[in-house]
């Protein structure tokens, strides 16, 4: 099985997971608009390679797998989307490409993001690189940097 396939089920589990103890075909069907038997087949083959626990007509819940996969996934995706609005995506594009981003960055790339976003999530003050690319984004006109902030950054390159 792919794993895009894997992980896009096993997170879509655990967030559905949370708010009851199974999880049953419908919930899935509904939330991905197809067909309860198509579900069936992925319960099936994510039980056989150790996502979860499934019994027909009885719903499934994660397995210890399936779980840290999930989390895994949910922790590159909200770094992704975190990464994106703070860069000035739109935050329901953020949305739907940190989902595609997820699943296909290298895993030093991924934490490379995530350091990116807890260095910046730190500052008391956002930076003025920050507000100047946001700006860009928004008006397609870069301005120059001021020449005391370059006096700056070459003190402390």
Not at 106 to 115: A, C, D, I, L, R
Not at 133 to 140: A, E, F, P, R, V
């Amino acid at each position: 099985m792919r794993k895009k396939t894997i992980e896009d089920y096993v997170e879509l589990l655990y967030d559905l997971q949370k708010n009851k103890k199974l999880v049953h075909t419908n919930d899935i069907a509904n939330a991905l608009n197809i067909k309860p038997s198509s579900v069936t087949e992925i319960f099936i083959k994510l039980s056989n390679e150790g996502y979860l626990n499934y019994e027909k007509y009885s719903g499934v819940t994660l397995t210890k797998k399936g779980k840290k996969v999930a989390m895994d996934t949910k922790n590159k995706h909200n770094a992704l989307k975190d990464f994106l609005i703070l860069l000035g995506v739109d935050k329901k594009i953020a949305e739907k490409d940190a989902c595609e981003m997820e699943h296909f960055l290298h895993p030093s790339t991924m934490n490379t993001v995530k350091k990116f976003v807890e260095v910046v999530r730190q500052c008391e003050i956002t930076p003025y690189w920050l507000k100047r690319l946001k700006k860009y984004i928004k008006t397609g006109k870069l301005s120059n940097c001021p020449p005391e902030l370059q006096d700056l950054c070459k003190k402390y390159s």
